[in-house]
């Protein structure tokens, strides 16, 4: 097979530029599932418009929900831009057929929604969905009272025996492996019977920021929530049965997409401001604030949104990613081109990512003269001179966005298959284009 090679761009001054980030993948496709089962339309403004969003959104449309999906919308309230109108389905409708792709929050999210459904629902996708843990949402399903068909090992492909209604009620499940097992069982359980109580027995689960997310969002939905955030119990999040409230939500800009472009800051020693970074948010980017401000940089509100400025000089950093392990590859990269050695832990769930993260990292960035190794739970990474060289991504969107932060630095870095940054960032190689281009930066 050849390989399409994208000659990623060195900078040649300090960035200086203002970026508009799209959507969150994360509230995106949480909007999608709360409107869906909702018991009237609701909006969604400023949708991200991905690979994963789509599947999402054609997942949906396959179990009769309506996705109208409008630009330059004059229906009020939050301006111009596009803006999808969800309308529910009232009875979400099998036989269908969905494709997960290998977007963690389709194939965690959806089969909860499935069972729902008055009819069987085929699951299927990308040949790593096959490898990615999927037993937290299928056991759990299955102890709640539905009937699924898998593989033999608990995976895709799969069919869900939907009956129009699940019992729900308490389960016991390891989400030590990913936090969107809780959270694709808190999404449905609302329109559970008995709702559902979710008690993880296993070790720590990582990625708390997006259960947060999901919680705050069902509540924002009329749902009745009960949390460890709150207080509540260790380990255990319940959701009561109800009906779920249409909204009109606008979506955050993607703050885990920005890791890339506040690292050109500190990469070139230059500033780059992202547009309408949230005051508040459970999103897990808005932790790049601290973590690059000890890596060196230093941030500020202004009028526009967040700025980040660099010196030119990175330090590495002893950073614990378990909550926000999806920023790792582009903090993996800048932390190659600091000026002391980086320990980043707590990540070992990152194996059963979109790849193998922790591997791939380590291999790609050695191949180029680095020197990263592997930890039980993390990395060590140890700046060294690198130079250029083919850099693999596995169909790994964030693979991709590292590799081009070490071509701001490092001339002859060609990225492999660049275009797998359209699972959350379609536009990834015109908006770094335009960063490093100052007359289109300052638009
Ligand atoms: O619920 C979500 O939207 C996500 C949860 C996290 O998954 P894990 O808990 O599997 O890491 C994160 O890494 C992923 O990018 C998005
Ligand atoms: C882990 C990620 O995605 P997914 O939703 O496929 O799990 C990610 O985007 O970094």
Known sequence: MTETLWPAPVATTAVDATVTIPGSKSVTNRALILAALAGEPSWVRRPLRSRDSQLMADGLRALGVGIEER???SSGGTGGGEAWRIIPAGQLRGPARVDVGNAGTVMRFLP????????????DGDPRS???PQHGVIDSLRALGARIEDDGRGGFPLTVHGTGALDGGTVELDASSSSQFVSALLLSGARYNQGVEIRNVGGPVPSLPHI???????RLAGAQVDAPQDGGEKDVW?????????????VEPDLSNAAPFFAAALVTGGRVTVRDWPKHTTQPGDQLREIYTRMGGSCRFTDDGLEFSGTGVIHGIEADLHDVGELTPVIAAVAALADSESHLSGIAHLR???TDRLAALAKEINDLGGDVSETEDGLRIRPRPLHGGVFHTYEDHRLATAA???????????VENVATTAKTLPDFP????ALLDPTAARD
């Open 352 to 354: 059963l990512h979109e």
């Open 112 to 123: 909860p929604l499935a069972v729902l459904a008055d009819g069987p629902v085929h699951f």
């Open 71 to 73: 630009v330059n919308n």
């Open 130 to 132: 096959y490898e990615r």
């Open 212 to 218: 947060r997310m999901t919680v705050d969002m069902l």
């Open 238 to 250: 319940r959701v009561t049965p109800g009906a779920l409230l249409g909204r009109d939500l606008v």
């Open 404 to 414: 081009a932060v070490l071509g701001l630095a490092v001339p002859g870095i060609q």
């Open 430 to 433: 015109a908006m770094w284009a």
